[in-house]
Every structure is written in structure tokens, then in C-alpha cells.
């Protein structure tokens, strides 16, 4: 099983500021078969992000991923109120498909 | 626009089977996989497992003796039975279909339903 280490588990930051979220896989993911997800309070995740670097539909180009191998990035330019929230990353490359434990964007 | 929409009961007793089932609209259930995952108040994602339209399923190790998942394709839906629940499995459960990039093999979940709370508790 592929152990995700999201870091930090707590991101305190003002808006307009850039967020920069780690995804740390205990072995290589195949075909940067990683994704990330956005989840607010009381709903269902959202996708931002699918292999490791590809925005889904409707997704602000603020939010870029990258990485490859072991290690993911989620990067977030400049900061929006509505960005606030708890971010996972997920690999689907090798069943079980694990998610991190995720890092809470919070305003400072 | 696709929507998946969880039903059941929100309360089960220990030892007891839990069936929810998942109704997709705004798409055909056809050659796509499937997914049921949980998410315990407060804490991460588990991811349950997956069911193709064609009945292959795969589940997590960590619950696979007690996990069956199915397909009703005429009735878009699939469904997800837990048997011998505890308090451990008290969690919202969130059904989602996955999609994959053109040419690729690997399928990441790319819509969820709004989840259903499920309460283990005698």
C-alpha cells in the first residue's frame, strides 16, 4: 500500500498570499497518477487537480500541481477567501487508492 | 451535468449489515468505474473501493472481508453493503465515479455525491 505524508498538517496564511502544499508518496506513483482535492465544511471533496499537473474543468488557474516520482506539490498563487479549506491528495495508480491525511489552509 | 446522490439508513446497529446504494443521473452507469469512499467526522478520506460497470470490483484490503459491492445498470445504480459494523464505521459515506485522461488506464475520481452519514449505534 502507498502511504501519502501530506506536510504541513496546517497552513496559516493571509489572503492574497501564495500556499505551497506537499504530497510525499512512500513509493513512486506510477504515471503521476496523483490527484487533489479541495473539501469545505460540511460537503463533498471537490477535484482540483488530476495527474499531478492537470486542472479539472471549472478550476481557477491559480491552483497548479506538479511533481512526479515521490513527491507532489499543490501550489496556490494568491490566496481567495473561498480557498480556505482542507486540501487531500490521492494516488490512483496502485489499489488501495490512499489519500494523505491533508493540510488545513486557515486564515492567518 | 452528472449527479450522484447516496441513500440509506443513517443508523445501524452493531453487528448489523449496512446497504446503501448510490443513484447516478445526468450520465449512463455504462464502462466507467465506480466508487464508494468514507469519511469519519472529523478525520481523512478512506477509500472503500471500486466497481466497473462490467462487475469487476476492487476493495481495500483493510475491509475486504466485509465489503460487497454491486451494479444495477438498468436502474443506474450501484450499491455497497458492509456487513458486521461497529462504532469504528460510523462515518459519512460518499459514492463517485471516476473518469480517466484520453489514452490512459488509471481513473481518478472526478465527481461525488454530497455523502450519507452513517451512525453504528445500538
Known amino acids: 500500500e502507498i502511504v501519502l505524508t501530506q506536510s504541513p498538517g496546517t497552513l496559516s496564511l493571509s489572503p492574497g498570499e501564495r500556499a505551497t502544499l506537499s504530497c510525499r508518496a512512500s513509493?513512486?506513483?506510477?504515471?503521476?497518477?496523483l490527484a487533489w482535492y479541495q473539501q469545505k465544511p460540511g460537503q463533498a471533496p471537490r477535484l482540483l487537480i488530476y495527474?499531478?499537473?492537470s486542472r479539472a474543468t471549472g478550476i481557477a488557474d491559480r491552483f497548479s500541481g506538479s511533481g512526479s516520482g515521490t513527491d507532489f506539490t499543490l501550489t496556490i498563487s494568491r490566496l481567495e477567501p473561498a480557498d480556505f479549506a482542507v486540501y487531500y491528495c490521492q494516488q490512483y495508480a496502485n489499489a488501495p487508492f490512499t489519500f494523505g491525511g491533508g493540510t488545513k489552509v486557515e486564515i492567518k | 451535468q452528472v449527479q450522484l446522490q447516496e441513500s440509506g439508513p443513517g443508523l445501524v446497529k452493531p453487528s448489523e449489515t449496512l446497504s446503501l446504494t448510490c443513484t447516478v443521473s445526468g450520465a449512463s452507469l455504462s464502462s466507467s468505474y465506480w466508487y464508494w469512499i468514507r469519511q469519519p467526522a472529523g478525520k481523512g478520506l478512506e477509500w472503500i473501493g471500486r466497481?466497473?460497470?462490467?462487475?469487476?470490483?476492487i476493495y481495500n484490503p483493510s475491509l475486504k472481508s466485509r465489503v460487497t459491492m454491486s451494479v444495477d445498470t438498468p436502474k443506474n445504480q450501484f450499491s455497497l453493503k458492509l456487513n458486521s459494523m461497529t462504532a469504528a464505521d460510523t462515518a459519512v459515506y460518499y459514492c463517485?465515479?471516476?473518469?480517466?485522461?484520453?489514452?490512459?488506464?488509471?481513473?481518478?475520481?472526478?465527481?461525488w455525491g454530497e455523502g450519507t452519514t452513517v451512525t453504528v449505534s445500538s
Open positions: 495527474g499531478a499537473s
Open positions: 513509493q513512486s506513483v506510477s504515471s503521476s497518477c
Open positions: 466497481i466497473h460497470t462490467n462487475g469487476n470490483t
Open positions: 463517485a465515479r471516476s473518469a480517466s485522461s484520453a489514452g490512459s488506464f488509471y481513473y481518478y475520481v472526478d465527481v
